[in-house]
Nanobody, 115 residues
Framework: QVQLVESGGGLVQAGGSLRLSCAAN????????MGWYRQAPGKQRELVAS???????NYADSVKGRFILSGDNAKNTVYLQMNALKPEDTAVYYC?????????WGQGTQVTVSS
């Protein structure tokens, strides 16, 4: 059984930083691609960052230069470092496997950025 568990969300002022974590059971990140998605109220879920099984990362234009995806294979955990946060980054953030047309989703973690 695959389980993805996000953590690290919270309330932060604009310009601040947060680091999200996604810990996996039942699937190995080192052998799979994964993605970080977010969904703001009234908007569609969007892919903001992803990594291939080969380690190549991609970012949405809206977060490029501010968000950094990394991983720890020993912990089977992927991180999303979010810097220079903006109010428009407010959303529920989900990790998912694989990075496109995911089969598995975490429960989500709320990120709220105040102006």
């Amino acid at each position: 059984q695959v389980q993805l568990v996000e953590s690290g969300g919270g309330l932060v002022q604009a310009g601040g930083s947060l680091r999200l974590s996604c810990a996996a059971n039942g699937v190995m990140f080192r052998f799979n691609s994964m993605g970080w998605y977010r969904q703001a109220p009234g908007k569609q879920r969007e892919l903001v960052a992803s990594i291939t099984s080969g380690g190549s990362t991609n970012y949405a234009d809206s977060v490029k230069g501010r968000f950094i995806l990394s991983g720890d294979n020993a912990k089977n955990t992927v991180y999303l470092q979010m810097n220079a946060l903006k109010p428009e980054d407010t959303a529920v953030y989900y990790c998912a496997v694989p990075r496109t047309t995911p089969n598995y989703w975490g429960q989500g973690t709320q990120v709220t950025v105040s102006s």
